[in-house]
């Protein structure tokens, strides 16, 4: 009996009712070319569509690649991602949304990344924002003081959410089921999986995303379940890892002032962040913060746009 092969790399695809996009998404991972085996586990959940049906058969078509785990009733994204992440073989884990897909050369740069750099932990990559009005813009721009440098934990703690979430890989032995029932999945995971390293950001172009304005990363617009998950969020991780208060409660305090101005009555929920922080913001690091949201937030004419 043959043995079986171990993937290097772990792609893992959330979708739900992405009948409209979830070919161009599994087509792009199939094609990629790299120097090493990769599977891409699709998990879908529950969907009504026919998503399933074409998931099927990429299957047939590539059975060596495709594993597909389809939920017996929909259980909701949070778990379905649990769900998929804890059964990735490889030994660096990438995460895709259904109706995302990649652009040539994704899987080998980001792996070789990981490869020569051990100190780093999580990556992502820039990416090409697109409606289906056919606007179509690279983020962030190239001048993002964010691209190819260490990012600590520090500074997620600073941020908030970082980076897409199609464009995440990060290296298995890191993956915690310890937010498996925390709703804002993907900022607080990368806050874990960046563990005692770093993370980075390349700057090269290697996937497109498919706006909604309710989006939790990427500079999405704010509004009430938005900033509660990233409240919630900054709560937990004061609690974890106290010695990073005073970076989110200077985080708070901009949100708070921001959402009080813009006469935003969830205001009180970054308030709430900023008393319970019980210490004194961190001024010094106000222009750093200041540049990330420059360079980070969605330009403003994908701003009204729904993710479909």
């Given at each position: 009996?043959?043995?079986?092969?171990?993937?290097?790399?772990?792609?893992?695809?959330?979708?739900?009712?992405?009948?409209?996009?979830?070919?161009?998404?599994?087509?792009?991972?199939?094609?990629?070319?790299?120097?090493?085996?990769?599977?891409?586990?699709?998990?879908?959940?529950?969907?009504?569509?026919?998503?399933?049906?074409?998931?099927?058969?990429?299957?047939?078509?590539?059975?060596?690649?495709?594993?597909?785990?389809?939920?017996?009733?929909?259980?909701?994204?949070?778990?379905?991602?649990?769900?998929?992440?804890?059964?990735?073989?490889?030994?660096?884990?990438?995460?895709?949304?259904?109706?995302?897909?990649?652009?040539?050369?994704?899987?080998?740069?980001?792996?070789?990344?990981?490869?020569?750099?051990?100190?780093?932990?999580?990556?992502?990559?820039?990416?090409?924002?697109?409606?289906?009005?056919?606007?179509?813009?690279?983020?962030?721009?190239?001048?993002?003081?964010?691209?190819?440098?260490?990012?600590?934990?520090?500074?997620?703690?600073?941020?908030?959410?970082?980076?897409?979430?199609?464009?995440?890989?990060?290296?298995?032995?890191?993956?915690?089921?310890?937010?498996?029932?925390?709703?804002?999945?993907?900022?607080?995971?990368?806050?874990?999986?960046?563990?005692?390293?770093?993370?980075?950001?390349?700057?090269?172009?290697?996937?497109?995303?498919r706006v909604h304005?309710?989006?939790?990363?990427?500079?999405?617009?704010?509004?009430?379940?938005?900033?509660?998950?990233?409240?919630?969020?900054?709560?937990?991780?004061?609690?974890?890892?106290?010695?990073?208060?005073?970076?989110?409660?200077?985080?708070?305090?901009?949100?708070?002032?921001?959402?009080f101005i813009s006469?935003?009555?969830?205001?009180?929920?970054?308030?709430?962040?900023?008393?319970?922080?019980?210490?004194?913001?961190?001024?010094?690091?106000?222009?750093?913060?200041?540049?990330?949201?420059?360079?980070?937030?969605?330009?403003?004419?994908?701003?009204?746009?729904?993710?479909?």
């Amino acid at each position: 009996m043959q043995e079986e092969k171990i993937p290097k790399v772990s792609v893992c695809v959330v979708t739900y009712n992405h009948v409209k996009y979830i070919r161009q998404c599994l087509q792009s991972l199939v094609e990629q070319k790299t120097n090493f085996s990769f599977e891409v586990i699709v998990g879908d959940d529950y969907s009504t569509d026919g998503t399933r049906v074409i998931i099927d058969e990429f299957v047939q078509k590539y059975p060596t690649i495709i594993r597909p785990i389809y939920q017996k009733k929909n259980i909701g994204p949070l778990a379905n991602y649990m769900a998929i992440h804890r059964s990735a073989k490889g030994s660096y884990v990438a995460h895709m949304d259904g109706d995302d897909y990649a652009l040539p050369g994704k899987l080998q740069k980001q792996a070789d990344k990981l490869d020569h750099e051990p100190g780093i932990n999580i990556l992502w990559h820039r990416m090409e924002l697109v409606n289906d009005n056919g606007l179509r813009r690279a983020h962030p721009d190239l001048k993002a003081p964010y691209l190819n440098v260490n990012i600590s934990r520090a500074d997620l703690m600073l941020y908030g959410p970082f980076g897409q979430h199609s464009s995440t890989m990060y290296r298995k032995e890191n993956f915690s089921l310890r937010y498996a029932d925390f709703q804002a999945v993907d900022w607080i995971l990368s806050v874990e999986l960046i563990g005692d390293g770093s993370g980075f950001m390349l700057h090269d172009l290697l996937g497109v995303y498919r706006v909604h304005s309710e989006g939790l990363t990427g500079g999405a617009v704010a509004n009430s379940k938005t900033r509660g998950l990233v409240c919630d969020c900054q709560l937990d991780l004061m609690k974890r890892f106290p010695e990073h208060k005073s970076l989110v409660a200077l985080r708070a305090l901009f949100t708070t002032a921001f959402d009080f101005i813009s006469f935003r009555k969830y205001f009180i929920k970054s308030l709430n962040v900023l008393i319970q922080a019980k210490t004194i913001p961190k001024l010094s690091a106000a222009l750093k913060l200041l540049k990330f949201c420059r360079f980070s937030k969605l330009p403003a004419e994908f701003k009204l746009v729904k993710r479909v």
